[in-house]
């Protein structure tokens, strides 16, 4: 079972500029969440996805968005990089049925470096 | 909005000596609260959970956690520290009414062992 991807592993951009993310969801799940985590800090939730449609939005601008494809792949996308939007990006999967929780299970992440 | 405190930083142990990791969170209603733990260049992997029943719970790695209302708190613990216990622990509460059970996360703990 192949267990969450993510790349790039490490990506360096600079002011202004826009970033791609990707994430490979493991195998039979169909939610994908993103989290933010600055340097020194915990992760911080972004938004989820949900059959293709955002399921959940953290205290995050207009300029992160985020697409899942039909194979419950995800991108998180950022425009206009700030300084600040420099971090690690973790990409997390889970089984979203009902009311009942499911673990969401972690990428390594993608560091993000804004210049 | 749900909150997890984690007041100790940095924590340095000994090689066989206890440890015990502090987590206070704010949640209104029953929390499904977790220990995730990150070592360096790595994603977070759950060492353990608790939803319901039994306020002691048992993990992996040799971990254990205990949940006390009364307190608003979820303390992990392990009786003997491993070298390879090094890394950064992280308390997250889910929240459970949002749909999409978003976690919330602690600034973490970074654990330092010495041999």
């Known amino acids: 079972e192949t267990g969450v991807t993510q790349s790039p592993t490490h990506l360096i951009k600079t002011r202004g500029q826009q970033v791609t993310l990707r994430c490979s969801s493991q195998?039979?799940?169909?939610?994908v969440s993103w989290y933010q985590q600055a340097l020194g800090q915990g992760p911080q939730f972004i938004f989820q996805?949900?059959?293709?449609?955002?399921?959940g939005r953290g205290n995050f601008p207009p300029r992160f968005s985020g697409l899942q494809f039909p194979n419950y792949s995800s991108e998180l996308n950022v425009n206009a990089l700030e300084l600040d939007d420099s971090a690690l990006y973790l990409c997390?999967?889970?089984?979203?049925?009902?009311?009942?929780?499911?673990?969401?299970?972690f990428g390594p992440g993608t560091r993000l470096t804004v210049l | 909005a749900q909150s997890v405190t984690q007041p100790d930083i940095h924590i340095t142990v000994s090689e066989g000596a206890s440890l015990e990791l502090r987590c206070n969170y704010s949640?209104?209603?029953?929390?499904?609260l977790f220990w995730y733990v990150q070592s360096p260049g790595q994603g977070l992997q759950l060492l353990l959970k608790?939803?319901?029943?039994?306020?002691l719970v048992q993990g992996i790695k040799g971990f254990e956690a205990e949940f006390k209302r009364s307190q608003s708190s979820f303390n992990l613990r392990k009786p003997s520290v491993h070298w390879s216990d090094a890394a950064e622990y992280f308390c997250?509460?889910?929240?459970?009414?949002?749909?999409?059970?978003?976690?919330?996360f602690g600034k973490g703990t970074k654990l330092s062992v010495i041999p």
């Open positions: 195998s039979g799940h169909n939610t």
């Open positions: 949640y209104g209603a029953t929390p499904y």
């Open positions: 997250a509460v889910a929240d459970s009414g949002a749909g999409s059970y978003q976690l919330t």
């Open positions: 997390a999967s889970s089984i979203l049925a009902g009311s009942l929780y499911n673990e969401q299970f």
């Open positions: 608790y939803f319901s029943g039994d306020t």
């Open positions: 996805y949900y059959r293709e449609e955002e399921n």
